[in-house]
């Protein structure tokens, strides 16, 4: 099968093309150097082409998914498509059902989407999900922060049973990178507390949220996993949490990586660049944390952006939910992962008139806006916790036109001119930035640029056409035309087979999902499982034969390989 | 003026949803325009004209349009949903949701109303000569907020779970309720002349209205003594104290 898209302006960040007109070849699911004269051929017409679009933070499936379908029926509601000959019925949207998480990235342009937490004992659970989810290749990343058994191993110092453990856990999960959020704080939820900063001892572990952070990424760049520590920092959502962000990304600096890539990738900054000392003189710090992006080479992050309206946050942050359950009196989920972490999720609307709310969504823009690099700083809403993922063309054209936002901020709280820096940027992003930022940046943060996020020889070929002309729009004065170009791809191919046009799904194949297979020595494996056999035998509610995911849960693998190296470790 | 006039064709025995049905939907609008007008009947994708006889006199926008609905309606849902102005008369009974979420307009059932009726109304007027089902101007399934505006009457009974979930706008049952009116109530007033049990828990603001026989009061009210409400003498209560809410219950 042979297709040729001619007469792009393609945007292709890793190869250096921007904007110019490129024919892409394809053949049998990649992106190759010519094809024959029998392709059949797309003729972009001088319109937009970028890579597929990579996003490397949303919640897509697992366990505290559902729980948000669960308790809002409500929003399960809005979003109701009916089924077609092609596609299953759409519902819902900050908490969709698994065939329209599929069917709305995909119109988007988007063809690789990666869950960011899952427990490893609800494992199951987000894979069962994940192969529903039609379209998308997939992958999750796995909660490792506040089981017991990292814990243990920190506190022993013994790196090789820590590693031997994180490999271990990701083939138990099926997962595919190293998720941290509130180290330790899960933990001690458990008794009705929380940490409150890097260097509060969790009792019974004796250990110390720094400890945890700082174990991780070693282990994790001793096994060479793709991606780096994907870090929900301490504190998160407190006034004032904007210093431990900065003091957890300072430790990045005591690692070295072992690939082209960050060795700590700090999420959902929205929430993690807050001033003041509680919601009544809450402020922006969003450009000390720009500062340190820009003096930093080893960290990375995203926006997760806050978009008005109705949302669902869910998070495995247990006590950061209940103190936003006691803000909402609204409804409120807790869980408990046994041995493993807690999560919560609480509804949320973000209204345009409420000085918190109008301070947040300013947080994300000015990130992305103060961050010179734009690979440091990936597009994401936090799905669903920001504000749905089918936003992202909001945010683009956010990013894109200054006009836009002084339109936006003039209906907003006046909080936004106090206490934020945005109402003063005048920035604006090109297609090449946000290529990057939604492609080529997510690609590169998960490791997978090899094959992601962009269009050389060799990568899949997941391709996005929009209906614009890049050398005849002015994004400034015309974003409304951006949003709806994003919002409805002309063309979405993925591994090489049309899957959207004109904005419809015209076909619905089975993505793939990602998962790493690391390898550690045997002694190291064999020891660490005596402890882990203890745990299930004395702790656990379940069997240790019933924990792993087993292979027919993940029916179109794509193992990655990885295993211990040696680095130096400064 | 505009008048539609709809009839069913034959016995309705599968359940139609009807959010089509509305002075909004057909204002403005021929008689072949209304017919070819979507509709759902089971899973089932049909139109109005399908499932009925259309007559229309004259043509006016939403606010000058009367819709009558003439025959048996009672397996037909979600009438008047979202409407905004005009006229409605149901003569018979009706399938559950009629006027979910309406905004203006008047409503008049002259039979009885299934469950959902004036579910998240936000204005207007619902009538409903005969009785009315369960969760009679409630939030649906999820909903923070039920009705949050305008005027529900009932002449007849209500089952259980009158205005849950109710933000505003005012309730009133000529004759009983069933159990739990006014749950989760925060906001508008509900008014029940007959007998009724447990009214207001987890109430945080509004207030109910009993002068019937409550059967049995719930242990989260707080007696504040007696008050007269229209000349009329009542036990005062405020609660549900459990979630410190300062709903205003009171009875006779
Ligand atoms: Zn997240």
């Known amino acids: 099968m042979e297709l040729l898209i001619k007469n792009g302006a393609v945007y292709d960040p890793k190869n250096g093309i921007k904007g110019d007109k490129t024919d892409i070849s394809i053949k049998d699911g990649k992106i190759v150097d010519k094809v024959s004269s029998k392709a059949s051929v797309i003729d972009a ?45 759409y519902t819902g949207y900050t908490v969709p059902n698994v065939y329209a998480m599929g069917y709305r990235y995909a119109q988007m342009g988007y063809t690789t989407v990666f869950e960011a937490a899952q427990a490893i004992m609800k494992a199951r659970h987000t894979h069962e999900e994940l192969e529903e989810i039609p379209i998308i290749d997939k992958g999750a990343l796995t909660l490792f922060g506040s089981n017991w058994p990292t814990m243990d191993f920190v506190r022993e ?3 090789d049973k820590l590693a031997a453990y994180v490999a271990w856990g990701l083939l138990a999960s099926r997962g595919f990178g190293v998720k941290v959020v509130n180290p330790g704080g899960g933990e001690m939820w458990g008794f009705g507390k929380n940490v409150t900063g890097l260097d509060d001892v969790v009792p019974n572990f004796d250990v110390t949220p720094r400890d945890i952070i700082v174990s991780l990424m070693k282990v994790n760049e001793m096994l060479g996993l793709p991606h780096s520590v994907h870090l929900h920092c301490n504190n998160t959502g407190k006034p004032g949490d904007y210093k431990t962000t900065l003091a957890s990304m300072e430790l990045a600096k005591q690692v070295r990586p072992s690939k082209d890539r960050q060795v700590l990738h700090v ?36 926006m997760g952006q806050l978009i008005f309206g109705s949302a669902t946050t869910m998070t495995a ?46 947080i994300g823009l000015e990130l992305a806006l103060l961050t010179k690099d734009p690979y440091k700083v990936l597009l994401t809403t936090d799905h669903p916790n920001g504000g749905p993922f089918v936003n992202y063309p909001e945010v683009i054209a956010l990013l894109m036109s200054n006009k836009k936002r002084q339109e936006e901020i003039k209906t907003l709280h006046e909080a936004v001119h106090k206490r934020t820096k945005i109402p003063g ?15 080529a940046g997510s690609a590169k943060v998960l490791g997978l640029l090899d094959t992601k996020g962009h269009l050389g020889a060799g990568a899949d070929a997941d391709i996005a056409i929009y209906d614009i002309q890049p050398d005849q729009i002015d994004p400034s004065v015309e974003h409304a035309k951006v949003k709806s170009a994003f919002s409805s791809a002309a063309y979405t191919i993925k591994g090489g087979e049309i899957v959207v046009k004109d904005g419809q799904i015209v076909a619905t194949p089975m993505g793939r999902t990602f998962w790493v297979d690391a390898s550690v020595p045997d002694q190291h494996t064999d020891i660490m499982m005596k402890d882990i056999r203890l745990k299930f035998k004395n702790y656990y509610s379940i069997n240790l034969a019933n924990y792993m995911v087993q292979d027919a849960y993940v029916t179109h693998p794509n193992v990655v390989k990885a295993g211990v190296i040696s680095v130096e470790v400064s | 003026m505009q008048t539609v006039t709809l009839k069913p064709k034959k016995e309705i025995k599968i359940s139609v949803e009807a959010e089509n049905i509305s002075p909004d939907k057909f204002a403005g609008k021929t008689e072949k325009d209304i017919q070819s007008i979507e509709i759902w009947m089971g899973n089932r994708r049909t139109t109005i004209g399908e499932l009925f006889s259309v007559k229309v006199e004259g043509s006016a926008p939403a606010a000058d349009t009367k819709l009558v609905l003439e ?11 979202g409407m905004s102005g005009g006229l409605m008369i ?112 987890e109430m945080a603001k509004g207030t109910i209205i009993v002068n019937g026989t409550v059967d049995e009061m719930m242990p989260v009210f707080k007696l504040e003594g007696t008050e007269a409400v229209e000349g009329v003498a009542y036990r005062k209560y405020t609660g549900d104290v459990i979630i410190s809410g300062k709903g205003v219950l009171y009875v006779k």
Request: with cysteine; net charge neutral; charged share 20%.
């Open chain 1, 45 to 89: 017409g001088g319109r937009l082409v970028m890579p597929g679009g990579v996003d490397a933070h949303s919640h897509i499936a697992g366990a505290k998914v559902n729980v948000g379908r669960i308790m809002r029926p409500e929003d399960t509601r809005s979003g109701l498509k009916p089924r077609t000959k092609i596609t299953r019925p």
């Open chain 1, 157 to 159: 110092k013994n790196m």
């Open chain 2, 90 to 201: 149901i003569k018979g009974n009706v399938d559950m949701h009629v006027g979910a979420k309406m905004s203006g307009g008047k409503i008049t059932v002259t039979g009885n109303a299934d469950s959902w009726a004036g579910r998240e109304m936000k204005g207007g007027e619902l009538i409903i000569e005969g009785n009315a089902g369960y969760y009679l101007g409630a939030g649906y399934r999820g909903e923070t907020c039920g009705m949050r505006g305008g005027k529900i009457m009932v002449m007849g009974n209500a089952l259980d779970f009158v205005g849950e979930h109710m933000c505003g706008g005012e309730i009133l049952v000529k004759g009983n309720a069933g159990i739990l009116p006014g749950l989760s109530n925060n906001g508008g007033k509900i008014v029940i002349e007959g007998n009724t049990s447990r009214p207001g828990s």
């Open chain 2, 71 to 81: 025959g048996d309606f009672s397996r037909v849902k979600r009438i008047g949903e």
């Open chain 1, 267 to 302: 999420t959902h900054l929205t929430f993690n660049a807050m001033g003041g000392t509680n919601w009544g003189d809450f402020e922006s710090k969003a450009d000390e944390i720009a500062n340190f992006l820009n003096n930093s080479e080893n960290v990375t992050t995203d």
């Open chain 1, 317 to 362: 942050d247990g006590p950061l939910q209940y103190a936003n359950a006691k803000l909402t009196h609204g409804k409120w989920g807790n869980g408990d992962v046994e041995l493993e972490d807690a999560s919560g999720v609480v509804p949320m609307y973000y209204a345009r008139q409420v000085s918190v709310f109008s301070i947040m969504w300013a």
């Open chain 1, 425 to 439: 940027i005048e920035r604006e992003l090109d297609f090449n930035d946000i290529a990057i930022m939604t492609r």
